[in-house]
């Protein structure tokens, strides 16, 4: 059997895969003068930014190809296709595309530092986003794994990528065994649903499970399955899943390796990653799970009190602005995770709605952290003491950006997503979710004001930067501060997109 490819449903990864190769081979041939660096760091924001226009010039044509397709079954029904370009695809490829642009300036500037290797560093950067744009596209249990895999792996070796850095290899070294313990976790779960259905194709999956009530789903599979299997495979999928997301009790790993990474790779953590990973997650239990909400809805529910409370509670002992910002991370994956919860039509919605407007202000956040670390390598939160003082705008961008998360006027954006995810969440009779939502909301507000009410304190006195560029840094800022301004003045753009 042949297969055709669409390349305009591919165009996105596509791109991005020869923009990686393009990188590489110009990092081996071009002689090392000072114009390499930038050469190579234009080449992959080109990349990414062609593979951005790629994501809107699908949005805009409408039509929703697919692709990798094998021809209907002898039960009927439809081709099944392993690569598939709809709504979910596109505002995921945005949002990962768009944070991208921002985590490539962010590179720019750590690059200059020396130490370590733009070419593959840029390269690996790529490989990432390749993963990244493809997994949310993917509908088949092979491709969803293999591009998970694909975000994933280029990031051990990103987190370690600078020379004689202890820190960075220890970090890649926590992130390399949590992963690894997570894909088997996911591997095992992903083999039960093929051996219980006989199929990769999730929506295969999901016909041959049926959708009927619990009991009756059970008595519609493969005769001689005990009953007990595809709960075992479904949270197992779950904890896979949650390893990736940083979801407790899966989420011990954050701090350190946020902390450990460099800043680009730890916004690269707290954004794409964790989209990519969402992305997965919401794919396999609204399209291969999307029968059986009675079995996984209550999981994730847990899930999300668990996580949203415990990182909430570890940010408020935070003293540095990196791990704060990883612990704000953690919980902020229990507010993607709880409409979830709810299993509504539209409660996937609801979480890709708040994961889009947390993109902006969490990268805006980590380019202004990025912008800190030049005079203070420390990066303590009391470092920003009086940063309005030396640095009014930087103060302005970083107050808006906290006060976004926190979910507080001006900052319209993050009150806008919180009010969503409670809105769902109280559409679907779960009250003691809202009010647990409502109790971390408040919890969130505490360390997020205090790290604002420093940047206008006092100032210490002022410590000379360390000569590398930080315009691509302010251009990074920049970007993330229009993008939230525009959330807080118009979020039906988020809402209506992901409707």
């Not at 902390?259 to 990653?273: E, M, N, R, T, W």
Request: some cysteine; hydrophobic content about 60%.
């Amino acid at each position: 059997m042949t297969q055709s490819i669409d390349y305009a449903a591919i165009a996105p990864p596509l791109i991005l895969a020869v923009a990686a190769g393009l990188v590489l081979l110009l990092d081996a041939f071009l002689p090392r003068t000072p114009r390499t660096l930038p050469t190579l760091g234009l080449v992959t924001l080109a990349g990414v930014l062609a593979a951005l226009a790629a994501v809107v010039a699908q949005a805009a044509r409408g039509a929703r190809p697919r692709t990798f397709c094998v021809p209907a079954d002898a039960a009927g029904g439809r081709p099944s296709c392993s690569f598939v370009v709809d709504d979910l695809t596109l505002v995921f490829g945005a949002v990962v595309l768009a944070t991208a642009v921002v985590v490539v300036l962010l590179s720019w500037t750590q690059l200059a530092e020396g130490g370590i290797p733009a070419g593959e560093w840029y390269f690996l950067l790529l490989c990432t986003l390749t993963g990244a744009v493809t997994l949310p596209a993917s509908r088949d249990l092979i491709m969803l794994v293999v591009a998970l895999e694909l975000v994933s792996l280029p990031v051990f070796a990103l987190t370690a990528l600078k020379r004689y850095d202890a820190r960075g290899s220890e970090a890649a070294l926590k992130l390399f065994l949590v992963s690894v313990i997570s894909t088997a976790v996911m591997l095992f779960g992903v083999s039960l649903l093929y051996g219980l259905t006989g199929s990769v194709h999730l929506d295969r999956v999901a016909a041959r499970l049926g959708g009927s009530p619990p009991a009756a789903q059970l008595a519609s599979l493969p005769a001689g399955v005990p009953s007990g299997v595809l709960t075992v495979a479904v949270v197992l999928v779950l904890a896979g899943f949650a390893f990736k997301v940083a979801a407790v009790p899966f989420h011990f790993w954050a701090g350190d390796v946020y902390q450990g990474a460099p800043v680009p790779v730890a916004a690269l953590l707290s954004v794409i990653s964790k989209a990519a990973g969402f992305a997965g997650l919401i794919v396999v239990l609204t399209i291969a799970l999307v029968g059986h909400a009675a079995l996984w809805a209550p999981i994730v529910a847990v899930l999300a009190v668990l996580t949203m409370t415990v990182g909430n509670l570890l940010a408020l002992r935070q003293r540095h602005a990196v791990r704060l910002l990883a612990w704000s991370s953690v919980a902020q994956s229990g507010y993607i995770l709880a409409p979830l919860g709810v299993a509504g039509k539209s409660a996937a919605s609801a979480s890709i709605a708040y994961l889009a407007i947390y993109a902006a202000m969490n990268a805006g956040a980590f380019a202004v952290v990025m912008l800190v670390s030049r005079t203070r390598e420390r990066d303590e939160l009391d470092d920003y003491r009086g940063l309005a003082f030396r640095s009014p705008a930087a103060a302005l961008a970083l107050a808006f950006f906290l006060i976004c998360l926190a979910g507080l006027p001006p900052g319209l954006a993050g009150l806008f997503a919180k009010v969503v995810v409670f809105r769902e969440i109280v559409h679907g009779g779960l009250g003691w979710l809202a009010v647990v939502l409502a109790v971390n909301t408040v919890i969130g507000l505490y360390y997020y004001i205090a790290w604002t009410a420093r940047l206008f304190a006092p100032a210490p006195l002022p410590v000379p930067g360390r000569g590398v560029p930080t315009r691509p840094v302010t251009i990074a800022v920049a970007v993330a501060l229009l993008v939230s301004l525009a959330f807080s003045v118009a979020p039906q753009l988020v809402l209506s997109a992901v409707r």
